[in-house]
C-alpha cells in the first residue's frame, strides 16, 4: 500500500513563494515518476509537473513553466514543487501522485495511480 502526503500549502500574495511537499510512505517511491496536479473551484484537474524516478527528466505545463520548480529525495521519499512569483490564477488544490511507471513522463491523470490529499494554495491579488 502507498500512501502520498500533501503539504506546504497556505495563504500568499502575488509574487510570492511556497514550496509544496509529497510525503510518501510505503513500497517502491523511488521507481516512480512522480507528478503534481492542480483544481482550481469550478475547473477540471489539470497537470502541474512530474519527475521521473532519477530526477533525471522534468516537465512543466506552460502555465508554470519558469516559475515552478518540481524535485525529489529518494532518501526522504519526498517529492517537492517550488513554486515561485505566484499569480492569483495559481489558486487551487494541488496534489501529488505517483505515476504506475518510472521511466517516462505523462501528463494525464489517468496514469497516475496513487494520490495524495490535496494541499490548498491560495494567491491574493
Known amino acids: 500500500q502507498v500512501r502520498l502526503v500533501d503539504s506546504g500549502g497556505g495563504l500568499v500574495q502575488a509574487g510570492g513563494s511556497l514550496r509544496l511537499s509529497c510525503q510518501a510512505s510505503g513500497r517502491s517511491f523511488s521507481r516512480n515518476s512522480m507528478g503534481w496536479f492542480r483544481q482550481a473551484p469550478g475547473k477540471e484537474r489539470e497537470f502541474v509537473a512530474a519527475?521521473?524516478?532519477?530526477?533525471?527528466?522534468?516537465k512543466y505545463a506552460d502555465s508554470v513553466k519558469g516559475r515552478f520548480t518540481i524535485s525529489r529525495d529518494n532518501a526522504k521519499n519526498t517529492v517537492y514543487l517550488q513554486m515561485n512569483s505566484l499569480k492569483p490564477e495559481d489558486t487551487a488544490v494541488y496534489y501529488c501522485?505517483?505515476?504506475?511507471?518510472?521511466?517516462?513522463?505523462?501528463?494525464?491523470?489517468?496514469?497516475?495511480?496513487?494520490w495524495g490529499q490535496g494541499t490548498q494554495v491560495t494567491v491574493s491579488s
Open positions: 501522485a505517483r505515476d504506475s511507471l518510472s521511466y517516462v513522463i505523462r501528463t494525464m491523470d489517468a496514469a497516475y495511480e496513487y
Open positions: 519527475i521521473t524516478w532519477s530526477g533525471g527528466s522534468t
